[in-house]
């Protein structure tokens, strides 16, 4: 039997502190100030996580309360959209972003070399981001640029006819310091 007096309810195992600060502002006040015109409830939902995750480049755990509370949702709400839609991030990417295409085109061009070349290369797998901090990796259904297939997002800035030597010069020059590709 479990001890029922030790047993978190959800709202306890989710919920984090709104008063936690960034720069002296509460989390509270930073989403109040990206909602800005934006109306409450549901509707707004999707314009304030992409204001949020394009002022921090995902979206903290403390402003998921913040959130919620502004818009009068759920949190439960809050992150069964967050986690629908991919583009949405809930952990801190790393330095440098790299997107490998994987829609047919693509793949048929060599996608999937790439992708490989970068998960040994980097050591990190779709999804996940270097030790380090300094890259992540995501694998795309479509990018919308079949005519230039392969194509590699690397810091949103789009490459297009990748060859596995062109991406191992953009990753050598990553590596040596160069932020212009």
Same mark, same amino acid.
Do not use: W
């Given at each position: 039997?479990?001890?029922?007096?030790?047993?978190?309810?959800?709202?306890?195992?989710?919920?984090?502190?709104?008063?936690?600060?960034?720069?002296?502002?509460?989390?509270?006040? &930073? @989403?109040?100030?990206?909602?800005?015109?934006?109306?409450? !409830?549901? =509707?707004? $939902?999707?314009?304030?996580?992409? /204001?949020?995750?394009?002022?921090?480049?995902?979206?903290?755990?403390?402003?998921?309360?913040?959130?919620?509370?502004?818009?009068?949702?759920?949190?439960?709400?809050?992150?069964?959209?967050?986690?629908?839609?991919?583009?949405?991030?809930?952990?801190?990417?790393?330095?440098?972003?790299? &997107? @490998?295409?994987?829609?047919?085109?693509?793949?048929?061009? !060599?996608? =999937?070399? $790439?992708?490989?070349?970068?998960? /040994?290369?980097?050591?990190?797998?779709?999804?996940?981001?270097?030790?380090?901090?300094?890259?992540?990796?995501?694998?795309?259904?479509?990018?919308?640029?079949?005519?230039?297939?392969?194509?590699?997002?690397?810091?949103?800035?789009?490459?297009?006819?990748?060859?596995?030597?062109?991406?191992?010069?953009?990753?050598?020059?990553?590596?040596?310091?160069?932020?212009?590709?």
């Amino acid at each position: 039997m479990i001890n029922s007096s030790a047993q978190k309810t959800d709202a306890e195992c989710f919920t984090v502190p709104q008063h936690t600060t960034i720069m002296g502002i509460t989390m509270d006040d &930073k @989403v109040k100030d990206l909602m800005g015109s934006l109306g409450r !409830g549901r =509707g707004s $939902l999707i314009p304030l996580l992409q /204001r949020v995750q394009s002022e921090f480049g995902y979206l903290p755990r403390e402003t998921v309360a913040a959130i919620s509370d502004a818009l009068v949702i759920s949190e439960s709400e809050v992150y069964g959209v967050a986690t629908f839609y991919s583009e949405f991030k809930l952990k801190k990417p790393g330095e440098h972003t790299f &997107k @490998v295409c994987m829609g047919t085109s693509c793949y048929v061009s !060599g996608g =999937g070399t $790439l992708l490989s070349q970068i998960i /040994r290369r980097l050591g990190v797998r779709p999804g996940e981001t270097t030790s380090d901090g300094k890259y992540s990796l995501d694998a795309v259904a479509c990018l919308g640029c079949c005519s230039q297939s392969p194509t590699v997002v690397l810091d949103d800035v789009i490459h297009g006819n990748v060859t596995p030597s062109t991406l191992e010069s953009m990753i050598s020059e990553l590596e040596n310091g160069s932020e212009a590709l």
